[in-house]
């Protein structure tokens, strides 16, 4: 597609459930990216993934939260036994190759899956 | 502790002045520095990258100023308009880190008639 495309683009669950979240980058950007953004906060910054493999899962959580790529393309973030706190907006990002100090690395954001834990 | 800091109270200015938002990061050697542009209820987007070897650097109406020494970048957008009104982000790639883009919470910028 044209934009990297996030579904679902709310999400009400309620606590103790499970949650998926899905990403599809734009089209032959290698890496993706999920940040989590809470009211009034910046994004903060969960994985990164380069092709099919976790470069970089320093900002996940706990291990509630998993993400995965199988195919080097659509992403899909996974929340398990969901908590009130886990109340944000997830954004998926990607870019045509990682982030470095030799290239830009500008990111590419979709619009964000709102998740709500009653 | 590391930390980017970005004023969060709004900045209001009227049309036509210069509105200039301040990014300031403590413990942080970045590689290089950018903004983005988010308007409510969408994702970010890119506006600018700055290097840690650049001071200046410019795009239509934007400037970008980054002084290392004070640890510090400034984000100016000239002739304002009101449909600049959003909330401005920077970001920041620390030097020997790959792809781990860490962002400061955002100044919103209202702009008036």
Redesign the interface.
């Known amino acids: 597609g044209a934009g990297?495309s996030q579904t679902p683009s709310n999400k009400v669950t309620e606590k103790g459930k499970y949650v998926e979240l899905r990403c599809d980058p734009i089209s032959g950007h290698t890496?993706l990216?999920w940040?989590r953004q809470s009211l009034?906060?910046?994004?903060?910054?969960l994985i990164?993934f380069?092709g099919t493999g976790a470069?970089?899962d320093?900002?996940l959580p706990n291990d509630r939260f998993f993400a995965v790529r199988p195919e080097g393309s659509v992403s899909t973030l996974k929340i398990q036994r969901t908590e009130r706190g886990d109340s944000a907006v997830y954004?998926c990002?990607s870019s045509l190759r990682?982030?470095?100090?030799s290239n830009?690395?500008?990111?590419?954001?979709?619009?964000?899956s709102r998740l709500t834990v009653l | 502790s590391q930390k980017i800091e970005q004023n969060s109270e709004a900045l209001n200015i009227q049309e036509g002045k210069t509105a200039t938002l301040t990014c300031n990061y403590t413990n942080y050697s970045p590689a290089y520095l950018q903004w983005y542009r988010q308007d409510p209820g969408r994702g970010p987007v890119f506006l600018l990258l700055i290097r840690e070897n650049e001071k200046e650097k410019r795009k239509e109406r934007l400037k970008v100023t980054f002084d290392t020494t004070l640890k510090q970048s400034l984000f100016h957008i000239t002739a304002s308009q009101p449909a600049d009104s959003a909330t401005y982000l920077c970001a920041l790639l620390k030097t020997g880190t790959a792809s781990k883009l860490t962002f400061g919470t955002g100044t919103r910028l209202q702009v008036t008639l």
């Not at chain 1, 990682?98 to 100090?101: M, Q």
């Not at chain 1, 830009?104 to 964000?112: K, P, Q, R, V």
Request: aromatic share 20%.
């Open positions: 990297v890496a990216y940040y009034g906060q910046g994004p903060e910054f990164y380069q470069a970089d320093s900002g954004l990002a990682a982030s470095g100090i830009t690395g500008e990111l590419f954001f979709g619009e964000g």
